[in-house]
């Protein structure tokens, strides 16, 4: 007996027995590979959408950087021109006020040589009102306290005083100093003496 036959009856053993094998072994090679392109596809896919969002990431954030500095910008404009503004509108009040100190300049020196009481009293009444014209029209307007209630929201009370009549309880009986409205926005309350 040689050993040949029995070599190649142990060779075709093997062949057959290793072809299921090779081809399983073939296939499940061939399967991997392709689970390995669809994940190579699903990295490539997956890239990019974090390349597309890191881009996007990047343009909102410098729309928010330019945003921020146009609003700070924006912001100091503002603030410089409601100064200036406020020194502007300053300036104008002044240049209307400017023809009644020169009025009082006028009538300092005519008061001087002048001996007639009542010329100096019509002067002084005359400067009275151009200043008060310049004021109302500027939106300054003095208010009418007396005998009206007394409403805390425009008069100051200062004291209280026994009421002449009845109906002045409760009342305005006696301005100290006068309120003033600009605008119809209180500016300085007026101070009261009430009537109780």
Excluded at 26 to 32: M, T
Excluded at 44 to 64: M, T
Excluded at 98 to 122: E, F, G, S, W, Y
């Amino acid at each position: 007996m040689s050993e040949r036959p029995d070599g190649a009856a142990a060779e075709q053993a093997t062949d057959n027995t290793s072809q299921p094998d090779l081809r399983a072994a073939s296939e499940a090679a061939a399967e991997h590979s392709m689970r390995d392109a669809e994940a190579f596809s699903e990295v490539d896919r997956l890239r990019g959408e974090l390349d597309a969002l890191r881009a996007e990431h990047a343009a909102v954030h410098d729309k928010y950087v330019r945003l921020h500095a146009e609003f700070d910008n924006f912001r100091k404009r503002t603030a410089k021109e409601r100064l200036e503004l406020l020194q502007s509108a300053a300036g104008d009040t002044l240049k209307r006020i400017l023809p009644v100190l020169d009025d009082l300049d006028r009538a300092v020196v005519h008061n001087a040589v002048v001996d007639d009481i009542d010329t100096v009293k019509q002067g002084v009444e005359l400067v009275q009102q151009k200043f008060s014209n310049i004021l109302l029209a500027q939106g300054l307007k003095p208010m009418h306290c007396k005998g009206e209630p007394f409403d805390p929201d425009l008069h100051e009370a200062i004291t209280k005083a026994p009421a002449p009549t009845p109906d002045l309880k409760g009342k305005v009986i006696d301005v100290v100093e006068n309120g003033y409205l600009l605008h119809d926005k209180v500016l300085r309350y007026a101070k009261v003496v009430v009537g109780e």
